[in-house]
């Protein structure tokens, strides 16, 4: 019976899953390379960045920065613009 069951199986045509499963998994590699993941802390404070951030160019590098060292950096280029 074992025997019987076998051969049954190794004749039955099943569409070959391999090449679905390579696709998906180049899809989902491609989609995490793409995927920019959420700064977890600011920059400047090192406090956690809970919702929003904002990037800020500091030193020829962008950071990311809280909501409260993006009101302090407004202010203080808006200081400097006004002389």
Same mark, same amino acid.
Not at 16 to 23: K, L, Q
Not at 41 to 64: A, F, Q, S, V
């Given at each position: 019976?074992?025997?019987?069951?076998?051969?049954?199986?190794?004749k039955?045509?099943?569409?070959c899953? !391999?090449?679905c499963? #390579?696709?998906?998994?180049v /899809?989902?590699i491609?989609?995490?390379?793409?995927?920019?993941? @959420?700064? &977890?802390r600011?920059?400047i404070?090192?406090?956690t960045?809970?919702?929003?951030?904002?990037? !800020?160019?500091?030193? #020829?590098?962008?950071?990311h /920065?809280?909501?409260?060292c993006?009101?302090?950096?407004?202010? @203080?280029a &808006?200081?400097?613009?006004l002389?």
């Amino acid at each position: 019976m074992n025997l019987l069951l076998l051969e049954i199986l190794a004749k039955s045509e099943t569409p070959c899953v !391999w090449p679905c499963v #390579g696709f998906a998994v180049v /899809v989902l590699i491609i989609a995490g390379l793409l995927h920019k993941p @959420k700064p &977890s802390r600011c920059e400047i404070c090192h406090n956690t960045i809970n919702r929003k951030w904002y990037t !800020w160019e500091l030193d #020829g590098k962008k950071k990311h /920065v809280c909501p409260e060292c993006n009101t302090s950096l407004r202010r @203080k280029a &808006s200081k400097n613009a006004l002389g």
